[in-house]
């Protein structure tokens, strides 16, 4: 190297002297930990009473508040669904390389998911799985079929990429989506729901939060949330952020909102899911119940916490202090 360059690359600033002090890393890593723990946390919760009805939770629980297993999967307490462990597999295509995954590197994640043998799949994940085996194209044609699966996933792209620019946020959502879910209503839940995880890393606020809830609900009227209460949703995911929304739009904890949507039955480990995740990032690990960390398996409270900080620590917020 010459000489006369060294001034000047000293002069550059360096990850180091632009880095975040320590209590702003200890907040990311709070939220981060929050996020992942509150999908598993809500996961296990609503799992529970998946396609139940209210009225049926109601008459076999009263409030359906403590996480004890069971349910149509009839799981053992404390343990999570795909929901999570959709969410870990992508996270971990994260973490084995040093680059941004791409498509075919979520889809090669996805399938060894599947081939772990799941709890539980949904049949569009199922399909868009197929389809790669089948092809090796890692992305579905455009579909009418518009369910949650993509969205419930989500998590990973939140906490790798905080700080990153917005169209390198919304290119590797999408990405991730495409393996298996390839509809405009998908896009934009999915999109949404990250950048509300984000919003709640970043230390904003609800206000924050709910203005990219509102933002959907301007380019898609379809997910008003400002309505009556939306009660049993389905998978299809317009049914589903409505209930999403109206939880996080109403109650100000992290259990009041979990508790909120997974009581409205339906597809409740994912709505739970959602719900736990947004809220995680929003209120951090410390907003958590002990009472459901505790009742949570072991191994998923360690994969979540681990896989949430080695994700947030490869964010450019962490890295370059943005
Ligand atoms: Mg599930």
Same mark, same amino acid.
Request: charged share 20%.
């Given at each position: ?56 939770? &109601?008459?076999?629980?009263? &409030? ?33 390389? &040093? ?27 199922? &399909? ?195």
């Amino acid at each position: 190297m010459q000489a006369s360059v060294l001034p000047f690359m000293r002069s550059l600033p360096t990850a180091s002297s632009v880095s975040p002090n320590r209590e702003v890393r200890a907040r990311w890593r709070k939220h981060a930990r929050g996020a992942m723990l509150g999908l598993a946390l809500g996961d296990a919760l609503g799992a529970t009473v998946e396609f139940m009805t209210p009225r049926e939770i &109601r008459q076999q629980y009263g &409030r359906h508040d403590r996480i004890r297993g069971g349910g149509w999967l009839r799981l053992p307490s404390g343990a999570v669904t795909d929901d999570t462990t959709m969410a870990l597999a992508l996270g971990n295509s994260w973490l084995a390389s &040093r680059n941004a995954p791409n498509e075919e590197d979520y889809a090669r994640a996805f399938d060894a998911w599947m081939r772990s043998k799941p709890v539980d799949i949904g049949n569009t994940v199922r &399909r868009g799985i197929a389809h790669f085996r089948r092809t090796g194209q890692a992305w579905v044609p455009p579909s009418e079929d518009a369910g949650n699966g993509a969205t419930m996933r989500c998590s990973p792209i939140a906490l790798a990429l905080l700080g990153a620019p917005a169209d390198t946020v919304a290119r590797a959502t999408l990405a991730q989506a495409r393996v298996t879910h390839h509809n405009p209503l998908t896009d934009a839940a999915t999109l949404t729901v990250v950048n509300m995880i984000q919003a709640g890393l970043s230390g904003v606020g609800i206000r924050a939060v709910m203005q990219q809830a509102h933002l959907l609900v301007e380019a898609f009227p379809l997910f008003r949330f400002r309505t009556h209460k939306v009660e049993n949703p389905s998978g299809y995911i317009v049914d589903t952020m409505r209930v999403v929304l109206q939880a996080i739009d109403l109650c100000d904890s992290f259990e009041s909102a979990v508790v909120d949507v997974v009581n409205r039955g339906g597809d409740a480990d994912t709505t739970g899911a959602i719900v736990g995740t947004i809220m995680g990032a929003l209120h951090g690990e410390d907003a958590l119940p002990e009472r459901w960390l505790k009742e949570l398996a072991p191994e998923m409270l360690s994969r979540c916490s681990e896989q949430a900080d080695a994700l947030i620590e490869r964010s450019p917020a962490w890295l370059l202090g943005l």
